[in-house]
T-cell receptor, first 114, second 114 residues
Framework: GQQLNQSPQSMFIQEGEDVSMNCTSS?????WLWYKQDPGEGPVLLIA?????ELTSNGRLTAQFGITRKDSFLNISASIPSDVGIYFC??????????????FGKGTLLTVNP | NAGVTQTPKFQVLKTGQSMTLQCAQDMNHNSMYWYRQDPGMGLRLIYY???????DKGEVPNGYNVSRLNKREFSLRLESAAPSQTSVYFCASTLKGRTAETQYFGPGTRLLVL
């Protein structure tokens, strides 16, 4: 099956710093999604990207769908303590009808020191 | 509008015991999913139901069964629990877009099998 490589696995940063994480794949996706999981909670969708080259922002978050359709990155600017959590990328392949296959990366654990 | 709800939140089982994890969504979504989350493994799909009356295996279906009771409810059953099934289980439902689905997750069920 498709594999997603998400990096880094973990990050320790100071409040106010910018953060960047990315996902790469050996095969293409139709859609890239970025989720955040707070401790003890389920993942929550942050940003969805639907077209190659698309750059989308959601507040301090910015994500891009790579031109090759095999990668995506997520940037967080001016980090704050509540940004702590695990960030997951997910690539989705649509093959017609009701066939959507979603593959998740293994996550990036973000720790923000106040 | 509660979104996706899961019961129970926590459960401890002995090896060989059975139990059913419940999931319900009130968003009128067609598709529902069960994932397990293990440290360093990300989210892995166990089973999914593209629509009421249909279920399909995901990446790691062995040891599990599912029932799509109606459009709202999708349950996951462990017939004979094993320590390898210790995990956090997430249910998700999907809002279908033109060519992409975005998944909304429940808060999770934390299962410990002794």
């Amino acid at each position: 099956g498709q594999q997603l490589n998400q990096s880094p696995q973990s990050m320790f940063i100071q409040e106010g710093e910018d953060v960047s994480m990315n996902c790469t794949s050996s095969s293409i996706f139709n859609t890239w999604l970025w989720y955040k999981q707070d401790p003890g909670e389920g993942p929550v969708l942050l940003i969805a990207l639907y077209k190659a080259g698309e750059l989308t922002s959601n507040g301090r978050l910015t994500a891009q769908f790579g031109i090759t359709r095999k990668d995506s990155f997520l940037n967080i600017s001016a980090s704050i303590p509540s940004d702590v959590g695990i960030y997951f990328c997910a690539g989705q392949l649509y093959s017609g009808g009701s066939n959507y296959k979603l593959t998740f990366g293994k996550g990036t654990l973000l720790t923000v020191n106040p | 509008n509660a979104g996706v709800t899961q019961t129970p939140k926590f459960q401890v089982l002995k090896t060989g015991q059975s139990m059913t994890l419940q999931c319900a969504q009130d968003m009128n979504h067609n598709s529902m999913y069960w994932y397990r989350q293990d440290p360093g493994m990300g989210l892995r799909l166990i089973y999914y139901s593209a629509s009421e009356g249909t279920t399909d295996k995901g990446e790691v279906p062995n040891g599990y069964n599912v029932s799509r009771l109606n459009k709202r409810e999708f349950s996951l059953r462990l017939e004979s629990a094993a320590p390898s099934q210790t995990s956090v289980y997430f249910c998700a439902s999907t809002l279908k877009g033109r060519t992409a689905e975005t998944q909304y997750f429940g808060p999770g069920t934390r299962l410990l099998v002794l």
